[in-house]
């Protein structure tokens, strides 16, 4: 019964019963926010349920014109937040429908390819070369079968299944890379060991970025004074016996000018600028905030199989007898060469790496494709570096009807040998681990010939053995010897030499640890693989590790233990999912902002957990993607770097944004305040505070929020997780300069009221914008001068300063204008009367940061005082 199950598989009958008990082979779908939940996300800032709340007021008051004014704004910035956020969202569901997963099963005694999904318990997975497994199944029978299990374990070696000894359970999402196997599927869909790491990632619960809790903390303060500040002068005037309805519209006019409006609008298009950038530069961003966040970053905790490195196995020393030799060039592009003291070396030149090379390159299964200028490899990744590594020393390659018979690798021989038919002699190829190789030569190839195998050369064949090994490689051992019978007997064969393999670094690696570690940012490895070969790689990488530890070993350890090893340059290596969780959580409660990198569902959970998760597009799982901030899609460490930067480039246009916004802010609620005590009219109406706040300052901010990056700015630390957007710099700035412009518009208006209330409020009006424009140069920068930066490096200023000016000039001389916000013509001396105030604006600024001794240093402040 057994044996015509094994030949025929499931009936369809069966296949049908098993699906209604298990379902579909896939995981839950993870829930993706549809148009309306993205749009409604646009309207939880506290500073927008403000605006909402006074455009209703406005509007309940008649004062349609504002409320229509506040209510623009509001769809203005929900508008641009949710075309981005959409945008990334169907970017993400275009790469996953780029995948159409299939399998072979065996079905009433024959072969079928089908959709992935439709794989139930039971089936009979045929496996092959290059096959993604669809389930987690028990093998049956099998032939040399190696499984890539990278994607759960980051373990970058195949591992041998179904041998004697071996583990005989295959799982969803890994991949044949040799051999062939029947296996029963096991488990479908959520019940695989894939899909429980998706259901530890569905565990952490949504988190919010810091710039988020930042704004939302900066908005409820703006928010809870506006609100006192508006009620208290309100019901000051009221006890005082002014008209209610008047001091109702100068309440809404207080909170209006407190509350900047434009401030949700700015960060949004500053961030969706930003993001826009850095799509350019193969960095999507999730959420408009996550860029911004990655610029916060202290730590990025990084995988690193396919991560750090190309995830392809690569030759890269050969150790014979008499030669060392170093290998050029990586993955599976046979671009490179070997090389011996400097020189070239082809098989032709040498006869030992000859013999070595041509028994890489025949006794194998592997083989390269080349599709334009782009080289692919079917079959195992350490045979695959054998293949390459013979085109890279010019070996002839083998002809398929000259290989006579075939030992295959076993997981007790560790070796696996061929008989290869050379002329009119044949020849037994022999690879595999090095001690076994050992076992069965009786002699040496050497540069001077063939000679017997003495004690001396064990010796040093083991010691090359050796370093090689603790180097982090590979290692391979080979050997030959002449047959006239064509059988495979593996004894008295002549001992070739060794050849290192490991999976190295991406090329642009290096650099960017170097530039993170410049910028203050800790990198840490958590890895599956091993320690050697992940210290190995650290070493190649200039990655900083005094110690390492493994996942049994962290088990043991309590929190207090993991805390004080955290605070060292530490490198965890055999780590599974949800220690990769723990090791995140333990560096945010010391503080630090973590950045997570992976592309396997093992690193799902983590990349969930950490403040920002960066997953690969090209390489990525599904599920990493969906638990990633940040999608890389070109797969690219460095990406992490630029995003980096691009990130503190936002965070410091916010806060110059904030600031400039605040101080503008201060300065209208001065002047409206005192005016108000002093008991005579309105300096300001609310329209003209709408039209400053909205429009004037609105569109300078948001070229401000386009500021370049500063010098110096990747040779700063990273902030600290407490560090405001204010802070009592910040704080002390506005103060100042609003109580400058404040008083300076209030001096105006009460010096032109003999001329008229209109003239004179319209040019404390004209005088309030004037002073806002040329304030904004007094935060390009927060420490360097005009002229350390170029005052014409951001031409955006200049265009938005130009259009503002004219608009205000359009807003006291165009009828249409002058009805919607009450203004009258002013003359040439209130221009000048305006532009005496205005000019120490521009020059006091620039006095005080030239005099400070790190910009006459021409040094960047590191770290801004809170």
């Given at each position: 019964?057994a044996d015509?199950?094994?030949?025929s598989?499931?009936t369809e009958?069966?296949?049908?019963?098993?699906?209604?008990a298990h379902g579909?082979?896939?995981?839950p779908?993870?829930?993706?926010?549809?148009?309306?939940?993205?749009?409604l996300?646009?309207f939880s800032?506290?500073l927008?349920?403000?605006?909402?709340i006074?455009?209703?007021v406005?509007?309940s008051?008649?004062?349609?014109?504002?409320?229509?004014?506040?209510?623009?704004v509001v769809?203005?910035?929900?508008?641009?937040?949710?075309?981005?956020?959409?945008k990334?969202?169907?970017?993400?569901?275009?790469l996953?429908?780029?995948?159409s997963?299939?399998?072979?099963?065996?079905?009433?005694g024959?072969?079928?390819?089908?959709?992935?999904?439709d794989?139930?318990p039971?089936?009979?997975l045929?496996?092959?070369?290059?096959?993604?497994i669809?389930?987690d199944?028990?093998?049956?029978?099998?032939?040399?079968?190696?499984v890539?299990e990278?994607?759960?374990?980051?373990?970058?070696?195949?591992l041998?299944?179904?041998?004697?000894?071996?583990s005989?359970?295959?799982?969803?999402?890994?991949?044949?890379?040799?051999?062939r196997a029947?296996a029963?599927?096991?488990a479908?869909?959520?019940?695989?060991?894939f899909?429980?790491i998706?259901?530890?990632?569905?565990?952490?619960?949504?988190?919010?970025?810091?710039?988020?809790?930042?704004?939302?903390?900066?908005?409820?303060?703006?928010?809870?004074?506006?609100?006192?500040?508006?009620g208290?002068?309100?019901?000051?005037?009221?006890?005082?016996?002014r008209?209610?309805?008047?001091m109702?519209?100068t309440?809404?006019?207080?909170?209006?000018a407190?509350?900047?409006?434009?401030?949700?609008?700015?960060v949004?298009?500053?961030?969706?600028l930003g993001?826009?950038?850095?799509v350019r530069?193969?960095?999507?961003?999730?959420?408009?905030?996550?860029?911004e966040?990655l610029?916060?970053?202290?730590?990025i905790?990084?995988d690193k199989?396919?991560?750090?490195t190309?995830?392809?196995?690569?030759a890269?020393q050969?150790?014979?007898?008499?030669?060392?030799y170093d290998?050029?060039?990586?993955?599976?592009?046979?671009?490179?060469?070997?090389?011996?003291?400097g020189e070239?070396?082809?098989?032709g030149?040498?006869?030992?790496?000859?013999?070595?090379l041509?028994t890489?390159?025949?006794?194998?299964?592997?083989?390269?494709?080349?599709?334009?200028?782009?080289?692919?490899m079917?079959g195992a990744?350490?045979?695959g570096?054998l293949?390459?590594l013979?085109?890279?020393?010019?070996c002839?390659?083998p002809q398929?009807?000259n290989?006579?018979a075939?030992?295959?690798?076993?997981?007790t021989?560790?070796?696996?040998?061929v008989v290869?038919q050379?002329?009119?002699t044949?020849e037994?190829?022999?690879?595999?681990?090095?001690?076994?190789?050992?076992?069965?030569?009786?002699?040496?190839?050497?540069?001077?010939?063939?000679?017997?195998?003495?004690?001396?050369?064990?010796?040093?064949?083991q010691?090359?053995?050796?370093?090689l090994a603790?180097?982090?490689?590979?290692v391979?051992?080979?050997?030959?010897?002449s047959?006239?019978?064509?059988?495979i007997?593996?004894?008295?064969?002549?001992?070739?030499?060794l050849?290192?393999?490991?999976?190295?670094?991406?090329?642009?690696?290096?650099?960017a640890?170097?530039?993170?570690?410049s910028?203050?940012?800790?990198?840490?490895?958590?890895?599956?693989?091993?320690?050697?070969?992940a210290?190995?790689?650290?070493?190649?990488?200039?990655l900083?590790?005094?110690?390492?530890?493994?996942?049994?070993?962290?088990?043991?350890?309590?929190d207090?233990q993991?805390?004080?090893?955290?605070?060292?340059d530490?490198?965890?290596?055999r780590?599974?999912?949800?220690?990769?969780?723990r090791i995140?959580?333990?560096?945010?409660?010391?503080?630090?902002i973590v950045?997570?990198?992976?592309?396997?569902?093992?690193?799902?959970?983590a990349?969930?957990?950490?403040d920002?998760?960066?997953?690969?597009g090209?390489?990525?799982t599904?599920?990493?993607?969906d638990?990633?901030?940040?999608v890389l899609?070109?797969?690219?460490?460095?990406t992490?770097?630029?995003?980096?930067?691009?990130?503190?480039?936002?965070?410091?246009?916010?806060?110059?944004?904030?600031r400039y916004?605040?101080?503008?802010?201060?300065?209208?609620?001065i002047?409206?305040?005192?005016?108000i005590?002093l008991?005579?009219?309105l300096?300001?109406?609310?329209?003209q505070?709408?039209?400053?706040?909205?429009?004037?300052?609105?569109?300078?901010?948001v070229?401000?929020?386009l500021?370049?990056s500063?010098?110096?700015?990747?040779?700063?630390?990273?902030r600290k997780?407490?560090?405001?957007?204010l802070?009592?710099?910040?704080?002390?700035?506005?103060l100042?300069?609003?109580t400058?412009?404040?008083?300076?518009?209030?001096?105006?208006?009460?010096?032109?009221?003999d001329?008229g209330?209109?003239l004179?409020r319209?040019?404390?009006?004209s005088?309030?914008?004037?002073?806002e424009?040329?304030?904004?140069?007094?935060?390009?920068?927060?420490?360097?001068?005009?002229?350390?930066?170029?005052?014409?490096?951001?031409?955006?200023?200049?265009?938005a300063?130009t259009?503002?000016?004219?608009?205000?000039?359009?807003?006291?001389?165009?009828?249409?204008l002058?009805?919607?916000?009450?203004?009258?013509?002013?003359?040439?001396?209130?221009?000048?009367?305006i532009?005496?105030?205005?000019?120490?604006i521009?020059?006091?600024p620039?006095?005080?940061?030239?005099?400070?001794p790190r910009?006459?240093?021409?040094?960047?402040?590191?770290?801004?005082?809170a």
């Amino acid at each position: 019964m057994a044996d015509t199950f094994l030949q025929s598989g499931l009936t369809e009958a069966e296949v049908l019963a098993s699906r209604h008990a298990h379902g579909w082979n896939e995981l839950p779908a993870v829930k993706q926010p549809g148009p309306l939940r993205v749009l409604l996300r646009q309207f939880s800032s506290f500073l927008v349920l403000i605006l909402i709340i006074a455009a209703v007021v406005a509007l309940s008051l008649g004062e349609r014109v504002d409320a229509l004014a506040i209510g623009m704004v509001v769809l203005l910035n929900a508008g641009l937040g949710f075309v981005q956020e959409w945008k990334a969202e169907t970017a993400l569901s275009a790469l996953r429908k780029m995948l159409s997963p299939q399998a072979m099963v065996l079905r009433d005694g024959r072969e079928h390819v089908i959709a992935a999904k439709d794989v139930v318990p039971g089936d009979i997975l045929i496996l092959t070369p290059g096959t993604k497994i669809a389930a987690d199944a028990n093998v049956l029978r099998a032939a040399d079968l190696f499984v890539d299990e990278s994607v759960l374990t980051g373990e970058s070696v195949p591992l041998a299944k179904g041998h004697p000894g071996q583990s005989g359970d295959v799982f969803a999402g890994t991949s044949v890379t040799a051999g062939r196997a029947e296996a029963r599927v096991s488990a479908t869909g959520a019940a695989t060991e894939f899909g429980k790491i998706a259901h530890l990632t569905g565990s952490v619960g949504t988190k919010t970025t810091n710039l988020q809790n930042k704004l939302g903390h900066l908005a409820r303060q703006l928010g809870i004074a506006a609100l006192l500040v508006a009620g208290g002068v309100a019901g000051l005037g009221i006890w005082l016996g002014r008209d209610l309805t008047e001091m109702v519209m100068t309440g809404l006019s207080l909170s209006v000018a407190m509350v900047p409006e434009g401030l949700p609008a700015v960060v949004t298009i500053t961030l969706a600028l930003g993001a826009t950038a850095m799509v350019r530069q193969n960095a999507l961003a999730r959420r408009l905030q996550a860029v911004e966040t990655l610029g916060a970053a202290s730590v990025i905790c990084t995988d690193k199989t396919g991560t750090l490195t190309e995830n392809k196995m690569t030759a890269t020393q050969i150790w014979t007898l008499g030669r060392c030799y170093d290998v050029t060039g990586t993955g599976y592009d046979p671009a490179g060469h070997i090389e011996f003291d400097g020189e070239r070396m082809r098989a032709g030149d040498d006869p030992v790496l000859r013999a070595l090379l041509r028994t890489g390159l025949y006794c194998s299964h592997a083989r390269l494709n080349r599709d334009g200028d782009v080289w692919h490899m079917v079959g195992a990744p350490t045979e695959g570096a054998l293949i390459t590594l013979g085109y890279k020393g010019w070996c002839a390659l083998p002809q398929e009807r000259n290989l006579l018979a075939e030992r295959p690798f076993s997981s007790t021989r560790k070796r696996m040998s061929v008989v290869y038919q050379s002329g009119t002699t044949a020849e037994i190829l022999t690879k595999g681990a090095p001690e076994r190789i050992l076992d069965i030569c009786t002699h040496v190839m050497a540069q001077s010939g063939t000679r017997p195998l003495t004690k001396a050369d064990q010796t040093r064949i083991q010691d090359a053995y050796a370093q090689l090994a603790q180097s982090g490689l590979r290692v391979m051992g080979f050997a030959q010897r002449s047959t006239s019978d064509h059988q495979i007997i593996e004894e008295d064969m002549t001992f070739l030499g060794l050849v290192g393999l490991i999976d190295p670094p991406r090329a642009e690696v290096r650099d960017a640890i170097a530039m993170a570690q410049s910028a203050g940012i800790r990198v840490v490895m958590i890895t599956g693989d091993s320690p050697i070969t992940a210290k190995a790689i650290a070493e190649q990488i200039s990655l900083r590790v005094t110690h390492h530890l493994i996942g049994a070993t962290l088990d043991k350890l309590d929190d207090r233990q993991l805390d004080d090893v955290l605070r060292g340059d530490i490198l965890f290596a055999r780590t599974k999912p949800e220690q990769k969780m723990r090791i995140v959580s333990a560096l945010q409660a010391q503080g630090q902002i973590v950045a997570m990198t992976g592309d396997g569902v093992n690193d799902a959970p983590a990349l969930k957990q950490a403040d920002i998760g960066v997953s690969m597009g090209i390489r990525g799982t599904d599920v990493a993607r969906d638990a990633s901030d940040l999608v890389l899609l070109d797969d690219n460490f460095a990406t992490i770097v630029r995003a980096i930067g691009e990130g503190r480039r936002q965070f410091a246009n916010v806060q110059k944004f904030v600031r400039y916004l605040l101080s503008s802010n201060a300065g209208e609620v001065i002047a409206l305040v005192i005016s108000i005590a002093l008991g005579g009219p309105l300096v300001f109406l609310a329209t003209q505070i709408l039209w400053m706040n909205l429009v004037t300052d609105g569109v300078t901010a948001v070229a401000l929020g386009l500021e370049k990056s500063e010098p110096e700015q990747m040779q700063q630390r990273p902030r600290k997780k407490d560090t405001p957007i204010l802070g009592l710099r910040g704080i002390v700035t506005i103060l100042v300069l609003g109580t400058y412009t404040g008083l300076s518009s209030l001096w105006i208006f009460f010096h032109l009221m003999d001329m008229g209330v209109e003239l004179a409020r319209t040019t404390a009006f004209s005088a309030m914008v004037v002073f806002e424009k040329v304030s904004v140069f007094a935060f390009r920068s927060l420490h360097l001068t005009a002229w350390r930066i170029g005052w014409f490096s951001n031409p955006f200023l200049l265009v938005a300063l130009t259009v503002t000016l004219g608009a205000q000039v359009l807003a006291l001389y165009w009828g249409p204008l002058q009805m919607l916000l009450h203004t009258v013509p002013i003359g040439l001396d209130e221009w000048l009367l305006i532009a005496v105030f205005a000019l120490p604006i521009i020059i006091v600024p620039e006095v005080f940061k030239a005099m400070h001794p790190r910009a006459l240093a021409g040094k960047v402040i590191s770290r801004e005082a809170a």
